[in-house]
């Protein structure tokens, strides 16, 4: 699928005697860069009092078409956005942040409402005001911080700070007595609306300190802050303490689990381990005794070679078959003319002839 044709012609271009930055060009469609104020960078914002406002310059203000244009640098969109901003966190700077933005040439002043008045129409704050004073002025997108700021916003005070628009969300704030405090200002078209964070308030993280009341005190018992700091009863104190140490104790016994289910899953698979070395072990003892002592090992070879070597050298050797044979005629038998017996074959008459033989020749020699 082609992209569309204007990020085609928006599309950056090079030229090898491009005179911008890595070759870019008039053509490339990037917007030049503009130098970023150091004050807000490298300082905190200024109190409004600290500041001075040349008055001898007639106040002209901007309509919202000439804001969204763009107006001179000396003559940026004064832009004004008020509040509390306890426990000052990531919503509030998340709201200055579009407020800031909201035009192109923009001068952030943030009005902060003190104690007394706070306390007066809203509640009691986790901060002072001076400490929320310096968490808006540490914030980046701030040029400028009213310190004291009104509830409601007067003609008088816009005047004063020579303000074009006042940035707040679009919810309507009911509050001393009115329905929505911004209502003249949106009647005169100087409201410019932004957008809340959601999921994030100083409400919310009051609500996460009191729903872990007994966690946070413990926390700071531990670290060292006394039960009268903070107001805690003795016996509540007590109480915090012997969590704290039925916890570590609870702590060290988890440990021990732990460990111990690690000490068992080593011993496991060292046995696994074992068990497979014994296993090919095993097989291999087993093929080595039946390669030696099967029906066709070499033990049976063994044997057989040996006994065939036995009676090869037991049992004497034949004459070859190729060899002549010599027929032996049978020697003559004997006989002794005075004797009309011939000898016996067997042993037994064998010698009785002899004995005989003998006898005749004795009578003959006689003779």
Known sequence: MEPPTSSRL???KR?????????????????????RRSL????????????????????????????????????????????????????????????KNLFPNTYLIVGVCSDELTHNFKGFTVMNENERYDA?????????????????LTPEFLAEHRIDFVAHDDIPYSSAGSDDVYKHIKEAGMFAPTQRTEGISTSDIITRIVRDYDVYARRNLQRGYTAKELNVSFINEKKYHLQERVDKVKKRVKDVEEKSKEFVQKVEEKSID?????????????????EMFGP??????????GKGRMLQAISPKQSPSSSPTHDRSPSPSFRW???????????????????????????????
């Not at 003892?285 to 039946?290: C, E, R, S, T």
């Not at 016996?344 to 003779?367: F, G, L, W």
Request: proline fraction near 8%; charged fraction near 30%.
């Open 136 to 152: 808006v002025q540490h914030c980046r997108y701030v040029d400028e911080v009213v310190r004291n700021a009104p509830w409601t």
């Open 15 to 35: 030229r090898k005697g491009g005179s911008g930055p890595n070759g870019a060009t008039e053509l490339d469609g990037i917007p030049p860069k503009m130098s």
């Open 40 to 99: 807000g960078l490298k300082e905190p914002a200024p109190f409004s009092d600290e500041v001075e406002i040349d008055y001898s310059k007639p106040y002209i203000r901007v309509t919202y078409e000439e804001a969204m244009r763009g107006t001179p640098l000396d003559r940026p969109v004064r832009v004004y956005a008020d509040g509390i901003f306890d426990l000052f966190h990531s919503g509030h700077a998340r709201a200055l942040m579009q407020a």
């Open 337 to 367: 003319p005075f004797s009309t017996k011939t000898p016996p074959s067997s042993p037994a008459n064998r010698s009785r002839n002899e004995s005989a033989v003998t006898y005749d020749i004795s009578e003959d020699e006689e003779d």
């Open 296 to 305: 066709e090992g070499a033990l049976k070879h063994m044997l057989k070679e």
């Open 10 to 12: 928006n599309s950056r």
């Open 274 to 290: 074992l068990i497979q070395k014994w296993e090919e072990k095993s097989r291999e003892f087993i093929g080595n005794f039946l």
